[in-house]
């Protein structure tokens, strides 16, 4: 692997008290081409701007898919990456669905690794931040036509980052959206490519200007079910019982939600992976038996929900407080993270 340090490091300039989401970057990217049918070394060059031709296909017809995880220091001086496994297999899961050629996991996991050890510096210390590194790749061809791609190119950038929401761990507010849909069954929905997320654009905008953090997604087919929020998945506690959308093709496969699965079952949670309409959610509360709801994903973890407004009703959860598992799960999960808890599941790997 070829590596072209940067003359001068911008860490200087960046104040890592106060830090965004996704705002500033470090010091090096990573890149990968596709051609011939192979892909090729990868290389790892100072972080600036790429050149592309106006032509080139995934401008115009979107093929390109993306991931998202994090690193971590541990209270040892390890670096963690968590479960770096599960973000490949999705990875190339979303890569299937664009045609686009998958990514060996050990010339995954070497490319993050000589990235991370190189940009070290740039991973947070204080608890609740990390570095965030997003691989992405798109179809490199220039053409204007529907048609798969014959090359590709792979890169990898990383940025220090803080809380995504800016409540933190303080409960968000969501509403249901009753004229738009985010996916259908045999679509994007299960795909972490842009059109998934740029569906969810207008209407989360709208949302924001009434005050929410952001939409509850229900099903495009009868608009009932719920399935996720944008930017994670959804969960819900009635009675005792952990409730869980189903991942039937319009939700996204999320490591989070996997790894709160894994967790509830181990704390003997009676854990259902099933369909649970906002009907259902919204007669749970009022009959006192909807206990908790918190979002689960890379970005905010878990993300506790305090209201939910649907078709002009609203709910007020756990008196917008997090509730216990949602409170259990995110210590767990952080304190697995930085390494202030036992890595029971060997989800953690040490750079």
Excluded at 6 to 26: A, I, M, N, P, Y
Excluded at 117 to 132: A, F, H, Q, T
Aim: charged share 25%.
């Amino acid at each position: 692997m070829e590596i072209i340090k940067t003359k001068q490091s911008r860490r200087d300039q960046v104040d890592f008290e106060h830090l965004g989401f996704g705002e500033v970057f470090s010091d090096h990217m990573l890149s990968m081409e596709y051609r011939d049918g192979q892909w090729c070394e990868p290389q790892i060059t100072p972080y600036g701007t790429i050149e592309i031709a106006p032509a080139i296909c995934s401008l115009h017809y979107g093929q390109i898919i993306f991931e998202g995880l994090k690193v971590f220091y541990s209270r040892s001086g390890a670096l963690h990456l968590f479960r770096p496994q599960k973000y490949h297999e999705r990875m190339n899961l979303s890569c299937q669905r664009l045609c686009i050629p998958e990514i060996d996991f050990t010339v995954f996991i070497e490319g993050l690794k000589e990235l991370i050890r190189l940009d070290k510096e740039w991973i947070p210390r204080k608890k609740g931040y990390s570095l965030y590194v997003r691989p992405f790749i798109f179809a490199s061809d220039s053409f204007l036509g529907v048609k798969v791609s014959e090359t590709y190119r792979y890169m990898v950038i990383t940025s220090p980052v803080g809380a995504y929401y800016k409540e933190g761990i303080n409960p968000v507010r969501l509403i249901t959206s009753t004229e738009f849909i985010r996916a259908a069954k045999g679509g994007l929905g299960a795909a972490k490519t842009p059109a998934n997320y740029a569906a969810t654009l207008l209407p989360a905008e709208e949302a924001k200007k009434k005050g929410f953090t952001q939409v509850l997604w229900l099903d495009g087919i009868e608009r009932k079910y719920v399935e996720e929020v944008g930017t994670m998945n959804m969960a819900f506690v009635i009675d005792n019982e952990l409730i869980t959308p189903p991942l039937e093709g319009t939700i996204l496969p999320g490591v989070t939600r996997d790894s709160v699965i894994h967790l509830a079952t181990e704390w003997k949670v009676k854990v259902s992976e099933r369909r649970i309409s906002i009907d259902e959610v919204f007669a749970a509360s009022k009959e006192g038996r909807l206990k908790e709801a918190f979002g689960t994903g890379t970005a905010a973890v878990i993300s506790p929900v305090g209201e939910i407004h649907h078709e002009g009703k609203k709910i007020i959860i756990n008196d917008n407080k997090i509730g216990p598992l949602a409170q259990k799960l995110y210590d767990e999960i952080t304190g697995i993270h930085y390494g202030e808890r036992l890595d029971r599941f060997g989800w953690i790997y040490t750079v």
